[in-house]
Nanobody, 124 residues
Framework: QVQLVESGGGLVQAGGSLRLSCAAS????????MGWFRQAPGKEREIVAA????????YYADSVKGRFTISRDNARNTVYLQMNSLKPEDTAVYSC?????????????????WGQGTQVTVSS
């Protein structure tokens, strides 16, 4: 059974940093584009960042550009989200997702696997 397991969430003050990890039990992890999404209470889920299978393409939502960095380690079957200069509006449940290519992940046109999510809370 394929699993995507997020970790690294928590409570942080505004201006602080967190690093999220998503470990995938996918034998062919390196074939998948990966994305990070978030959903705040009362809001729809939104794409935060995505990365292609070979790291040649990345995508960032305008709200996180310059503050968040997505990366992946195909040898460890893990994708990361480094979050700096956190703001209270970044508070949400963050989930990782896997899909066939970065466009389909960003548009959620085809997501093959979702993680359960990890809570990030930024206090003012």
């Amino acid at each position: 059974q394929v699993q995507l397991v997020e970790s690294g969430g928590g409570l942080v003050q505004a201006g602080g940093s967190l690093r999220l990890s998503c470990a995938a039990s996918l034998r062919t992890f390196s074939n998948y584009a990966m994305g990070w999404f978030r959903q705040a209470p009362g809001k729809e889920r939104e794409i935060v960042a995505a990365i292609s299978w070979n790291v040649d393409s990345t995508y960032y939502a305008d709200s996180v550009k310059g503050r968040f960095t997505i990366s992946r380690d195909n040898a460890r079957n893990t994708v990361y989200l480094q979050m700096n200069s956190l703001k209270p509006e970044d508070t949400a449940v963050y989930s990782c997702a896997a899909g066939p290519n970065i466009i389909q992940v960003v548009t959620t046109r085809k997501i093959d696997y979702w993680g359960q999510g990890t809570q990030v809370t930024v206090s003012s």
